[in-house]
């Protein structure tokens, strides 16, 4: 067994109710293949229809929406209009949080949960029990900061 597919049979299971179609497991793959990326509905059409050219953006999209309900994928939006999406990251209780370039648009992951105290005196304080939170920093990267010199 391929690499790949061994990753594969490991989504297989959020499967039951739902087919997963040739366009569906190319996608998917997709996903797999860029592990950390944050990938717009565009991209992610280019890479799915280098595996399989049956697919065009209305099945990227309803995959998109089927995948983000199976809760395999995470719509992630950096206030720049367009909606990216990365995968779930089972090992995790919460998202990892985001430095965003302005310039480059450059998305740097943040493997910290530095909110982690904070959480605990909210759900102490308001009896309040949190399931997830999202933290975005937006400036300018290394790379984008140099070139202002």
Not at 1 to 21: G, I, S, V
Not at 63 to 92: H, P, T
Not at 100 to 106: A, D, E, G, I, S
């Amino acid at each position: 067994m391929k690499k790949d597919d061994h990753k594969l049979k490991e989504y297989e299971h959020k499967f039951k109710e739902h087919k997963l179609t040739p366009q569906r497991k190319a996608i998917l793959q997709v996903f797999l293949e860029n592990h950390g990326g944050h990938l717009s509905a565009e991209e992610i059409l280019k890479y799915a229809q280098e595996k399989n050219n049956d697919i065009g953006f209305a099945t990227v999209y309803r995959a998109l929406d089927l995948f983000e309900k199976l809760k395999i994928i995470n719509r992630v939006n950096f206030g720049d209009g367009r909606s990216r999406y990365e995968l779930v990251q089972r090992e995790m209780k919460h998202h990892h949080h985001h430095l965003v370039c302005m310039n480059c648009q450059r998305i740097i992951e943040v493997m910290d949960s530095l909110l982690h105290e904070l959480e605990e005196n909210i759900e102490e304080e308001h009896n309040f029990s949190i399931y997830d939170h999202r933290l975005e920093f937006y400036g300018y990267c290394e790379d984008c900061q140099e070139g202002e010199d």
